[in-house]
């Protein structure tokens, strides 16, 4: 079955340089059609896509944030990989990868999640 | 950016009730419009996918409806394992945008 979980530092620094890594299974980032997605969801607020990757490696960014945001795949580590600069207080959120498949005949939503990683800006 | 506006923020419902939660898009999404479940500390659960396609394993309670720029989200009969915050989204083109919140809660 598909399982997803991110992992990555708790705490960060204003104006330091987020990692976050998803590591996922049951599914291959080579497979057509298939991509994972970037989510974060500050302390009571709403959900807020922030990055995707397909399986041929097309990427999409969230405009307000793209200047800050690198995503990238390790396809043999069936891993990706979020990189945000310059952090902030309000960067403060649990942030999620999720699967998705870009198919007409299923789900084409997010279907799988991962457990999400809190991350706090603080000096 | 396709704005998604979901209404109401809050709702007050008992066991038993049906519940209708409102999303509408700024611009037209088609049919690509999802509904996720999501309880406090837990990742979101998708409940629909394509406007109106169940998710498998969701109970048949929940039900999805509209295409173009209104959707709505419908629990026929409220059950306790139903509160929680509900969540459009839109997938029709980037960037992807979801809806502020809809929280039900025990009336």
């Known amino acids: 079955q598909i399982t997803l979980k991110e992992s990555g530092p708790t705490l960060v620094k204003p104006t330091q340089t987020l990692t976050l890594t998803c590591t996922f299974s049951?599914?291959?980032?080579?497979?057509?059609?298939?991509?994972v997605a970037w989510i974060r969801q500050p302390p009571g607020k709403a959900l807020e896509w922030l990055a995707f990757?397909?399986?041929?490696?097309?990427?999409s960014y969230t405009p307000s944030l793209k200047n800050r945001l690198t995503i990238t795949r390790a396809t043999s580590k069936n891993q990706v990989v979020l990189r945000m600069t310059n952090m902030d207080p309000v960067d403060t959120a649990t942030y999620y990868c999720?699967?998705?498949?870009?198919?007409?005949?299923?789900?084409?939503?997010?279907?799988?999640w991962g457990p999400g990683t809190t991350v706090i800006v603080s000096s | 950016d396709i704005q998604m506006t979901q209404s109401p923020s809050t709702l007050s419902a008992s066991v038993g009730d049906r519940v209708t939660i409102t999303c509408r898009a700024s611009q037209s999404v088609s049919r690509r419009l999802a509904w996720y479940q999501q309880k406090p500390g837990k990742a979101p659960k998708v409940l629909i996918y394509k406007a109106s396609s169940l998710e498998s394993g969701v109970p048949s309670r929940f039900s999805g409806s509209g295409s173009g720029t209104e959707f709505t989200l419908t629990i026929t009969s409220l059950q306790p394992d139903d509160f929680a915050t509900y969540y459009c989204q839109q997938y029709s083109s980037y960037p992807w945008t979801f809806g502020q919140g809809t929280k039900v809660e025990i009336k």
């Open positions: 049951g599914f291959s980032l080579s497979t057509s059609d298939v991509g």
């Open positions: 990757i397909y399986w041929d490696d097309y990427k």
């Open positions: 999720a699967h998705r498949m870009d198919t007409p005949m299923a789900n084409d939503a997010f279907d799988f």
